[in-house]
């Protein structure tokens, strides 16, 4: 708690005796105690025993002496008043405190007025201090005040529960032995030390007008609500003083001496009500006094072993002491009491006369009769009646009206002569009052009437029973049974008890020859006892009997009721007028009904009221007498000239016999018959009753019987005939008098009884709100209909009252005003806290306002949808509107103010508060009321303080929810702690739901973020810290706190799991929602640690004991925690909050007993601090070995959290229906389905039942059917039953989804959110296997229900990818370092080997991981396989991600690629044999892996391979993939064969041409959806892996794919450059038509080269088909190769790349004389297509040739990363190079081709070394050769050969930098860290990380220029052959074209060199492709020849020669081409030498 408000900073330090406690010695110790007896006893918890005792045993001096506290002290005074300037001590601060003066100054102020020490009153200052932001608005002095009752009356309630639970004679508690014994040692304890005595003292002393005195005079009472609250506690700390000896009594009877005490404390009590009924404190005493002298335990079987301890019969003093104390002549302060007691005391000495041991108090006993004489004497049964039973809350004391209710029993029972004699008193008295009246005198005064009172007495005793308990039963015998010539069982009767018969007895004989002064109290007796069903039925009976006895007993019997009545009606029908409009003339009372009559009348119609209303049976007895005919007599009486108090009892016994719905409909039409409310014709009737009569006599009782007859007749539909043929049938005229003559009109009206004011406004209301309850919005109510009347005519039809009900509560009308009136007005008066006249009624009445409007929120959203629908003219308001608008008694807008403040009366209004949460919650859906409502709410401060704590008041409640309490139910059914719960879930789902609207709203208000500014920048606070109130936040986080931390877990998941749910929900929303989830998360990891703490009891413990609800209730709890945890997670890993991060983890995955156990205070700093210290990541030693030693593990909480998510589900049995169609029942419960705030469609059970019962009325009428409804009604309820089971099957199987989803969250985010450092290696690996080895154990079990298993495949496809990523990159940068070990040592010498990364595993010391985990991982396959097996063809989305989840795995068995370095395979001894034991690693689990699969055998070959087919198409593309990876590890090829042999491959090959079409759409400017393109990509994927291997190949090619692809069409449709090419264009979802039909078109070239690649050169029939495909689509090919890009483009140069090789592989393999017929004309034009390509390619050599100018357009690039990783640069130098080698290779492959004879090779390059001699740059080198009609010159060759080589040692010595660097890469510097990181992450990242990007980024930069060195090389070496064939046709073999022949010479032509211009050696009729030969273009003179003899050395000179005999030195010394260019090289010096020296 923050003291600075009062405490001022002083630097001395002076140490005090004694630290104060800042809690508050007077009040915490007292509430924790009171906390523990009630969880102990009332809640019944074991685990609270001890603590128990343990309390007791320190407070047993506080018990003792009771309510005593420390006196003040005068040196403790001086301490606290030098306080300002010495300081004082405090628990738990360091060094003392000063404190203010003003607080020195109330200190002493509680002091003196309390009496309290003062240390006390400075620790109970300090507590109202802390308490300050519970109590908003009052100030720590009144704080403090009420703390200081508030602890006393909790010390005083423990002590009245602790006595309570006593065992004893009267009640138990069932409470476990230990504790009971430990409850009885310590209150005998207590009450040895005089604990009585000290009661009776504080009950006397306390007196609550002086206590409010004597505050008021110190200014220590506030407003109203504060001093109601003292006043509160005061009165309740002594009423349970009182019950604490009342309890004890009921147990056990007092001591004497203690019994003696309370006796003469009862002489001097005169404490009454103003009604005059004793208080409450005086009637527990007097109940205590009565259970002392209580011996009826001896009439129990084993009154033996309880009367021996009795102090009746232990002590032998006992009864003589009380009886003379009790005869004594001292007169008492009330003699009512005294007679009381004297009544009880006389039962007692009756009962002890009739025991046999009662020798010592015989003579007391003989004086019974005495006592009782004296007590009828005093009035007894007056005082009991007036005083005793007319307390208020008398009726709801159980033993207290037992006790009653003995005492009258015994004195009927064991007295009868007395009782007898008080009745013969009565009948002489009636005889004298008879006397008195016949002479006209009053009779006498003093007149006793005590058999009068007795009957009153019994009378007003049983008339009410809220408690069920039926204790008048015990006054009626069932009728003696008639015997008939059944068997005897069937005559077999049960005899009732004697004490039954007697009670009976006395209820007849009460009966007989009644005088009059005694009828009306008999016939009121009668109508008390028959309250109850039984009761009312034995009355009936009783007083059917008596008429059947005739005689006297005919007076009491229904027979003299209804003739009397009859003759009354008769009577007064004769005398009135015929026009019933003058029954409203005052008319006096008719001589023939005198007062005692009336009286008489009265009493025997509340008789008839009460049976008919308590027994059905003895109702429609009643209705159907033909002979009473009571319906029409007493309607017939209504309209008779009678007093109105007796027509409203006529009416409100109509209205008990409309309780049965039959009697109902008929009283309807009765009702409208009689005409008691004018409907038609003149007015007059009831409303001019109401206008003349009541409201001249300012009481309206008839007009309130009249409401309460219309609210029961409205309880059944209203007959839709009512009144028809005389105006428009219906409700209407009912509905307008109530409400317009009747509720607009009441608050204009006098009242005698200011009460009866809100009466009559609560009863129109209950008619009112019951009529729009019910009302259900149909189509047809806003059609105007009209119908014909008598008399002709037409007249509109009326609107169903409900309809009208709507209308006028959608206006702004004089209806809806008085609603916000009384609402007004309600808030008015209750809230000054004083009682008032009808304080009940106006609670009701405001209660129905709040329903009304609540109904009327709920029905306009489907009002206001059916209204539009109509089209008709009606104009209404939306309510949540109207609420807004101004309110003219306040003019402002506060109507929702007011209903809004209904909350903070929760306390004694919960209902109302209920009510008004639920308005809120209908106005708050509106986006558009947020903003005025807050402002409404925060509009003045001490309102908005208010309403805030009224709804924390209203969450800090903890009743306990009872089972089944989540379910809607009706609000009159619920019981008070259910209405609390109700208002708790209702906030929260009101918080919830408006979380979401704009801010600010009505949540962010109530939970306390800053409504100033952004809610996002709110800072959370405690309450009390810089004076933050307590929010509904705080309260939600207490009561999930509770119990946090101890054994059992949270609390709340026990006492109110529907609020749980609703309460982590609302964390989570808070979580999640963007503006408060930055402020939330803050605040619960700062200051609450709550998610921490929660998780570590998960998964929540709770004995569900089979239940449905409650495994649902669980699940919902754990999923809306776990997405909370999934949440915070994810920021703390976002924001770098690692050690956060790390402690939910470890607590998530560890599997170590210490960490999952729960953490103490202490040991949780400890752990914490042990987190803090290590964060680097999981000690992965640990882990290893806590996976070593499997017996030391524990289950990792997450798999525990798994583990309460049962896949299986039980369905409720489908029904048999024998009077329904089950398909008709199907349709209407579909029809009934709606969707509930989760989107879970569930089937609305009331809407069915409605529509059941309907459709049984309608069929089911006439006698005929009245048989089968019984039956017909019990398939309904079963029906009904089924539909219950089925909402709650789906509730589960949502409960159980949602808790799936949310455990999948939390996975996935700690697996890809979650810094992997925290998590890696082989504990990564083994929580991965672990959390797959789970999954698929449940999915396989044969329970598992398919929906519930679905979502699996999703969190599998995410595990499996994070477990090959987590084996690929471990094993992948092992494997990479390992031979970088090799290359540093080769190449520098050193024999330093790279670091292992940090992290890294040691499987290369255990040999590897996939040996490791090689069981695990087969397990997984098999789950794998096994679960696609069971997925049924159906679910395409669960296969789709099973297939993607197989090819990760399969990925992982994949070898790594080694880094491409200078040499892929060495024979270093030690590695070679370190990559052999990786190698035979990956083979071992490819070779298990391939088992594992074909062991399933064609089985899941047919389900993959049909998935592939004709499967969804993401579905299709897995699936090929998924063949694309088994077949590449199937070296035994089953698959290819049985895809081959099923025809698979076939269809595949055949759909190619199949989609064309398809494929052509994809090409057009807005494509279809992208599928097709997609799937063809896939299909060219698994295609290509079939042709890497020779069989697949060759297969392909009997599929006939080359032609297939021929005659694919969408090759042809290649679309023009789109713009100026760029570098890299940004992409886009739909790529542009180029880049698409580039996605088309490089899978078939990648394919043409898998099947050239696989089949060898040897293959020309490959080769072929190849060209064959390329001259089908040559046009395509022409349009590439003319390569008009004039800038670099990516995916040109791709595409250049890939085709050039195809040309090149397919024209160097091809022979084209095996397929055609030489001469032919498509022989000739495929040679002309094939020419002009391969000219083409020729032609680029120049424009790729390695210039300057190239060089610097490489060089202006900037490094730029890819999507997936790769270096646009090195990737377009790369591509280059490859066009270049492709190029080079070509036209060596056509040299190669032409023969191996010189004189006859085809040579390409003239002979011409102009760009080798040039001494410019060759900036513009391809205008060389301006077209492809010109040879290219043999100094490009050469110039390229030249750049090669300079380039190759560049990157060579770049590329030995790179490996140095990656070697020691912990040794570099920052800069050089950025540099080689930049681009791929963030800033913020640590060292280790950015020497990890370093290494990534150093390993992808050695690839590409191992990739350069490559292409370098292999250009060299075809460039050199080149070279060398050319030199030494030219300068050996080569004749000029203008030396003249000789004859030698042309005789040795064909012997002898060939001219360039010939065509061939061989003949004119040989074709050869001379279009490629330098001859067929231009001659080579004898000139040309001599010039390159004399520039052939220059250009070809030693220099270039090392440079190349370096390049293979370094280079190609490991490769199998070693000495190729030393060979060459050799050659062309020699040629050199001997054909250029010469010249």
Not at 388 to 411: P, Q
Not at 792 to 813: R, W, Y
Request: hydrophobic share 40%; aromatic share 8%; proline share 4%.
């Amino acid at each position: 708690m923050d003291f600075k408000k009062y405490i001022l900073p002083y630097p001395r330090n002076m140490a005090n005796s004694m630290a104060l406690n800042s809690g508050a010695s007077v009040w915490v110790p007292y509430k924790e105690l009171y906390t523990l007896v009630h969880t102990a006893i009332t809640r019944k918890q074991s685990d609270a025993i001890h603590d128990l005792e343990v309390a007791l045993r320190r407070h047993k001096p506080n018990f003792i002496n009771l309510l005593q506290s420390s006196a003040k002290d005068s040196a403790q005074r001086e301490t606290v008043k030098k306080a300002t300037t010495e300081g004082i001590t405090i628990q738990g601060q360091q060094g003392t405190q000063t404190l203010s003066q003003q607080f020195i100054d109330e200190a002493i102020i509680l002091s003196d007025l309390f009496n309290l020490n003062e240390y006390a009153a400075v620790e109970l200052l300090m507590a109202g201090e802390n308490q300050l932001p519970n109590f908003p608005g009052l100030t720590r002095g009144l704080v403090a005040v009420i703390l200081y009752y508030d602890g006393r009356r909790n010390m005083v309630s423990c002590l009245r529960t602790l006595i309570q639970a006593r065992t004893g004679r009267t009640w138990t508690l069932d409470l476990p032995t230990d504790l009971e014994n430990l409850v009885m040692k310590f209150t005998d304890q207590i009450m040895e030390e005089g604990l009585t005595n000290k009661i009776l003292s504080l009950i006397t002393e306390m007196d609550i007008t002086k206590e409010m005195d004597k505050l008021q005079r110190e200014r220590a009472l506030g407003n109203a609500k504060h001093k109601k609250q003292v006043t509160d506690l005061y009165k309740e700390t002594q009423l349970l003083l009182a019950e604490c000896l009342y309890c004890w009594a009921g147990q056990a009877p007092l001591p004497k001496q203690d019994t003696s005490q309370l006796l003469d404390h009862l002489k001097r009590d005169n404490r009454t009500n103003p009604d005059g009924t004793i208080d409450s404190v005086t009637m527990a005493l007097l109940m205590a006094l009565l259970y002392c002298i209580d011996v009826s335990v001896l009439d129990r079987e084993n009154s033996e072993d309880v009367s021996s301890e009795l102090p009746v019969f232990t002590d032998d003093t006992y009864v003589t002491t009380l009886h003379q104390d009790i005869m004594s002549d001292q007169a008492w302060e009330n003699p009512g009491l005294k007679a009381v007691v004297q009544f009880a005391w006389a039962q007692t000495l009756r009962k002890l006369s009739q025991q046999t041991n009662g020798q010592a108090w015989s003579e007391c006993c003989e004086n019974d009769e005495y006592v009782v004489d004296m007590a009828v004497d005093n009035n007894v049964f007056f005082f009991l009646c007036d005083s005793v039973i007319g307390s208020a809350n008398f009726h709801s004391e159980e033993f207290y009206l037992r006790r009653i209710h003995g005492l009258v029993t015994d004195f009927i029972i064991q007295m009868p002569l007395k009782v007898k004699e008080l009745r013969n008193r009565g009948d002489e008295t009636a005889r004298i009052i008879m006397a008195h009246v016949l002479e006209g005198v009053e009779p006498p005064s003093g007149i006793k009437r005590d058999f009068e009172h007795l009957m009153r007495l019994i009378a007003d005793l049983y008339v009410k029973d809220p408690l069920n308990l039926e204790l008048a039963l015990e006054y009626w015998c069932p009728p003696e049974p008639v015997q008939t010539g059944a068997s005897f069982s069937s005559v077999y009767h049960y005899r009732p008890p004697q004490r039954q018969i007697s009670l009976f007895k006395f209820v007849r004989l009460a009966g007989d020859l009644l005088p009059a002064s005694l009828y009306i109290p008999y016939i009121n007796m009668l109508t008390g006892l028959a309250n109850g069903p039984q009761c009312a039925h034995h009355c009936f009976n009783l007083l059917k009997s008596n008429a059947m006895g005739g005689g006297h007993a005919s007076t009491v019997s229904w027979d003299h009721f209804f003739l009397s009545l009859n003759q009354y009606y008769s009577s007064l029908r004769q005398e009135v007028v015929t026009s019933v409009e003058t029954s409203h003339i005052p008319k006096p009372i008719p001589r023939n009904i005198t007062q005692q009559e009336l009286e008489g009348l009265i009493a025997v119609l509340q008789l008839t009221r009460q049976v008919a209303d308590q027994d059905e049976s003895s109702r429609v007895s009643l209705v159907e007498n033909p002979q009473w005919l009571p319906v029409v007599i007493m309607f017939g009486l209504v309209g008779c000239a009678i007093p109105p108090t007796l027509k409203a009892e006529l009416l409100l016994t109509l209205s008990a016999f409309g309780k049965t719905a039959e009697i109902a409909a008929s009283l309807w039409q009765s009702l409208e018959v009689s005409q008691i409310l004018p409907t038609h014709g003149q007015p007059g009737g009831l409303k001019v009753e109401l206008d003349e009569v009541e409201s001249r006599n300012e009481e309206f009782p008839m007009v309130r019987a009249f409401l309460d007859l219309l609210g029961t007749l409205t309880d059944i539909p209203v007959p839709a005939g009512l009144g028809a043929g005389y105006r428009a049938p219906g409700f209407e005229p009912y509905l307008e008098f109530v409400r317009d003559d009747v509720f607009h009109k009441f608050t204009t009206r006098a009242y005698r009884n200011a009460g009866e004011k809100w009466d009559v406004s609560a009863a129109t209301l209950e008619v009112l709100y019951k009529l729009l309850k019910d009302h259900e919005v149909r189509a047809d109510h806003f059609l105007d209909h009209h119908v014909e009347v008598q008399g002709g005519g037409t007249v509109p039809a009326a609107k169903p009252p409900g309809h009208s009900l709507l209308v006028h509560m959608l206006n702004d009308g004089a209806f809806l005003r008085m609603i916000l009136y009384i609402t007004d007005e309600a808030n008015r008066l209750l809230g000054m806290y004083t009682p008032f006249p009808g304080k009940e009624s106006l609670e009701r009445t405001a209660l129905l306002c709040l329903k009304m409007m609540e109904s009327t929120l709920e029905k306009q959203s489907q009002f206001f949808d059916v209204l539009r629908d109509s089209g008709t003219s009606l104009i209404v308001s939306p309510l949540d509107k109207l609420l807004m608008g101004i309110n003219p008694r306040s003019g402002v807008a506060d109507h929702l103010v007011n209903v809004t403040k209904f909350v903070t009366y929760k306390n004694f209004l919960p209902e109302h508060s209920l009510s008004a949460v639920k308005i809120l919650c209908w106005v708050c859906q509106s986006a558009l009321v947020q903003p005025e409502l807050v402002g409404m709410f925060t509009a003045q401060q001490s309102v908005s303080r208010d309403l805030l704590h009224g709804f924390v008041e209203c969450l800090d409640s903890d009743d306990i929810e009872e089972k089944d309490e989540g379910q809607e139910e009706q609000d009159g059914d619920l019981s008070s702690s259910q209405i609390r719960n109700a208002i708790r879930q209702n906030i929260l789902r009101l918080l919830v739901n408006a979380l979401d609207q704009p801010a600010p709203n009505i949540t962010h208000f109530l939970l306390g973020f800053d409504l100033r500014k952004q809610v996002a920048k709110s800072n959370l606070q405690d309450p009390g810290v810089l004076d933050s109130p307590r929010t509904c936040l705080h309260s939600v986080l207490d009561f999930l706190d509770k119990g946090v931390g101890s054994r059992q877990g949270p609390a709340c998941v026990q006492e109110a799991p529907y609020l749980a749910v609703l309460a982590y929900q609302l964390i989570y929303c808070l979580c999640a929602n963007r503006e408060t989830s930055s402020p939330t998360m803050r605040y619960l990891r700062t200051s609450k640690d709550f998610l921490y703490r929660h998780v570590q009891h998960l998964p929540f413990k709770v004995d569900t004991q089979g239940q449905l609800g409650a495994d649902m209730l669980v699940l919902g709890q754990l999923s809306w925690l776990l997405k909370s945890v999934a949440l915070e997670l994810k920021m703390t890993s976002a924001n770098r909050q690692r050690s956060n991060t790390q402690r939910l983890l470890n607590l998530l995955l560890d599997d170590t007993p210490a960490v999952t156990g729960l953490r103490t205070d202490v040991g949780y700093d400890t752990d914490y601090s042990q987190y803090e210290l290590d964060r680097s990541g999981l000690n992965t030693t640990e882990w290893g070995q806590n996976q070593t030693y499997v017996g030391s593990q524990t289950r990792r909480k997450i798999l525990q959290i798994l583990d309460v998510v049962d896949f299986s589900q039980l369905f409720p049995i489908p029904l048999q229906f024998e009077y329904f169609d089950p398909s008709v029942i199907e349709q209407v419960i579909n029809s009934c389905e709606q969707k509930n705030d989760q989107g879970l469609m569930y089937c609305n059970v009331k809407m069915l039942h409605q529509i059941l019962i309907a459709e049984v009325n309608n069929n089911l009428q006439g006698p005929a059917a009245a048989g089968q409804r019984p039956l017909v009604l019990q398939e309904v309820e079963a029906v009904l039953a089924h539909i219950v089971q089925r909402n709650a099957v789906r509730e589960c199987l949502h409960s159980k989804r949602s808790a799936f989803e949310a455990w999948r969250q939390v996975v996935e985010v700690i697996l890809t959110a979650c810094p992997e450092d925290l998590l890696q290696g082989e504990a990564r690996q083994t929580v991965l296997f672990e959390l797959l080895q789970d999954l698929f154990l449940k999915i396989s079990d044969e329970d598992a229900f398919q929906e519930l298993t679905n979502p699996v495949a999703a969190v599998i496809l995410t595990l499996l990818a994070n477990l090959r990523h987590c084996f690929l990159s471990d094993q992948s940068d092992m494997a990479q370092l390992e031979n970088l070990s090799h290359y540093v040592t080769m190449l520098d010498g050193s024999q330093a080997a790279p670091p292992v990364p940090q992290g890294g595993s040691t499987f290369t010391q255990q040999g590897g991981a996939r040996t490791l985990f090689a069981s695990s991982l087969q397990a997984v396959l098999k789950g794998l396989v096994e679960h696609i097996l069971r997925t049924s063809s159906g679910s395409q989305r669960v296969r789709s991600n099973l297939y993607g989840a197989l090819l990760y795995y399969l990925q992982i068995a994949q070898k790594p690629k080694p880094l491409a370095t200078l040499e892929t395979v060495t024979k270093q001894k030690g590695v070679g044999s370190s990559l052999a034991s990786r190698d035979s690693e990956y083979e071992k689990l490819t070779k298990e892996n391939l088992h594992t699969i074909l062991s399933y055998g064609e089985n899941f070959m047919e389900i993959i391979c049909r998935d592939a087919c004709d499967g969804h198409d993401v579905g299709r593309m897995l699936s090929l993939a998924c063949i694309d990876a088994v077949v590449a590890i199937d070296r035994q090829q089953a698959w290819l064969s049985y895809m081959s042999s099923k025809g698979y491959v076939l269809h595949i090959v055949e759909s190619m041409v199949e989609n064309d079409e398809v494929l052509q759409s994809m090409l057009s400017p807005n494509p279809e959806p992208l599928r097709a393109l997609y799937i063809y990509e896939s299909k060219m994927g698994l295609l290509t892996r079939l042709a890497e291997s020779a069989t697949g190949a060759q297969t392909l090619l009997q599929c006939g794919i080359m032609s297939r692809l021929a005659e694919c069409n969408f090759f042809d449709l290649r679309p023009e450059m789109e713009g100026p090419p760029r570098f890299h264009q940004e992409q886009s979802f739909i790529p542009s038509i180029l880049m698409r039909y580039r996605q088309l078109l490089l899978p078939a070239l990648k394919l043409c080269l898998a099947v050239m690649t696989s089949l060898g050169i040897e293959n020309k029939k490959a080769a072929n088909q190849v060209l064959q495909f390329v001259i089908a689509h040559a046009d395509v090919f022409n349009t590439i190769l003319r390569d008009k890009q004039s800038e670099l483009n990516l995916a040109a140069l791709e595409e250049l790349s890939l085709t050039s090789a195809v040309i090149s592989r397919a024209a160097a393999e091809g022979d084209l004389e095996t397929d055609f017929i030489q001469g032919d004309t498509t022989f000739i034009e495929f040679r002309g297509h094939l020419s002009r390509i391969q000219r083409q390619l020729i032609a680029l050599l120049p424009k790729y040739c390695l210039t300057e100018s190239l060089q610097r357009q490489i060089r202006s690039l900037e490094p730029q990363a890819m999507e997936d990783g790769r270096d646009m640069k090195s990737e377009v130098q790369v591509h280059l190079q490859e066009i270049a080698a492709n190029i080079v290779a070509f036209c060596r492959a056509i040299i190669s081709k032409s023969g191996s004879a010189p004189p006859y090779i085809q040579v390409l390059f003239a002979p011409n070394l102009i760009e080798a001699t040039a001494r410019d740059t060759m900036e513009d080198l391809h205008t060389s050769v301006m077209s492809t009609s010109r040879p290219p010159n043999l100094g490009l060759i050469v110039y390229q050969l030249r750049q090669c080589a300079n380039s190759f040692m560049s990157v060579w010595d770049t590329h030995k930098q790179y490996m140095r660097k990656l070697a020691n890469v912990l040794d570099l510097g920052a800069e050089e860290l950025k540099e080689l990181s930049v681009g791929m992450s963030s800033e913020r990242i640590s060292t280790q990380q950015r020497q990890q990007l370093a290494r990534k980024k150093l390993m992808q930069l050695l690839n590409y220029k191992a990739q350069e060195l490559q292409h370098y090389s292999y250009t060299i070496e075809n460039c050199l052959f080149i070279l060398w064939r050319h030199l030494e046709y030219y300068l050996v073999h080569c004749v000029p074209a203008d030396q003249g022949q000789t004859l030698f010479q042309l005789h040795a032509k064909k012997h002898a060199m060939r001219r360039l211009q010939e065509n061939s050696v061989a003949g004119e009729d040989q074709v050869e492709d001379s279009s490629l030969d330098t001859s067929r273009h231009s001659g080579v003179s004898q000139e040309d020849l001599q010039h390159l003899r004399a520039n052939a050395g220059a250009c070809i000179n030693e220099t270039l020669f090392r440079k190349l005999q370096e390049i293979e030195q370094c280079y190609a010394k490991s490769r199998t081409r070693y000495g190729f260019i030393e060979a060459l090289i050799r050659r062309l010096k020699r040629l050199l030498k001997l054909h250029t020296s010469s010249e």
